[in-house]
């Protein structure tokens, strides 16, 4: 634990005018870490759903507010240096190696827990066979199949395919005006999910 401490430490102290400002990898970094135990909670303490929605509804309230303070007192070199992570993302719209292999895993790890809940389905259906839903739960066992590595491939699709889109908007971007219009509809973007994730919560 205390290595990963230090990785987390270095990763954000470290100062380099390549890649992305200091807060930038913060608010990033504590997207990740707030998503990660509430996952956790969901699966070890049994937290309810809407529950579990509506406190990464919070979280992520909380990242969009720290964009929208950040924009406000970002130099233009802090400024320039998320246009060029955006750029160099853009740069392509093709998946990176990096991106194919956990396409890949996924769809293996998918394929694998897919197999192993085919096989529970079926050994349930030939114990109880007058309580078992056979075809619906291979139904559902085929939709998790498609549905996970397809939702792997848009998380690692769709970043390329917008900052292609914001890379040719921000050629020529001197004042850093559109830098700003695009941090500010992320921002906005992001709360209106965290909205939506934290509505079922407050009226059920």
Known sequence: MKWLLNVIVKFLTYDDPKITPIPVRAAACFLIIATTVIIECQIWLHTPLLRSLAAWGAVLVIFAHSIRHWIGIASDQELQRVS???AKIGSSTKLSVWDSTSV???AFLTFVIAYLLSAAAVQIAKQHPSQARLP????LI??????FPTLEYLRRKMPRCLASRWRVR????TSKTEIKR???NVSFAITVVAVVLTLPNLLF
């Open 84 to 86: 060029n992570e955006i």
């Open 182 to 184: 695009i941090l500010g």
């Open 142 to 147: 085929g939709l998790w199949m498609i549905f």
């Open 136 to 139: 619906i739960w291979l139904a």
């Open 104 to 106: 890949i895993f996924v």
């Open 170 to 173: 921000l050629q020529g971007d």
